[in-house]
């Protein structure tokens, strides 16, 4: 992912954050401010048929040296390619970019009306390690939340 990219980024995001079920985000940033929060490593991108499908990121969840090697992800699918193999294809490459910068643990905070979110990150070999009860609210009604994480083999072990 370039600042090229953003347009098609932000387009994405934007049908994620329509579905309502994808992020509790309701505005999206501009590139500057998007960039400084996610990690320089694992930014990924998906193509099909000349146009981008999906893309992928890291977010640090912390800033103190301890957790340098902890990240959030961020998986986004566009409309058209749900359902196809876009997401997996996407998770997979940012378990193998983040392992090569150095990560050994990615964390994942699911909408828990997100069950495909869900079943895409256990194939992916992350697994549940709790709920989070009316942690956010979306159009006024209190959201949970389902964290999941995936610990590297080869990367801090």
Known sequence: MTPDDW??????????????????????PEWDEW?????????????????????????????????RGVAEVSVYVGD???????????????????????????FSSIQSDNPVSVALHEKCGFRMIGRRERLAQRDGVWQDTFNMERRSRIVGV
């Open 7 to 28: 347009p098609e980024v932000r387009r994405i995001y934007a049908e994620g954050i329509a579905t309502g079920a994808a992020t509790f985000d309701s505005e999206i």
């Open 80 to 106: 058209g390619a749900r359902g196809t193999g876009v997401g997996r294809a996407l998770l997979t490459a940012l378990i193998d970019e983040s392992e090569r910068a150095g990560i050994w643990t990615l």
């Open 35 to 67: 960039s400084a929060k996610h990690l320089a490593a694992a930014r990924i991108v998906a193509e099909r048929g000349g146009g981008m499908v999906g893309w992928a990121a890291l977010m640090p969840v912390s800033s103190r040296v301890c957790y």
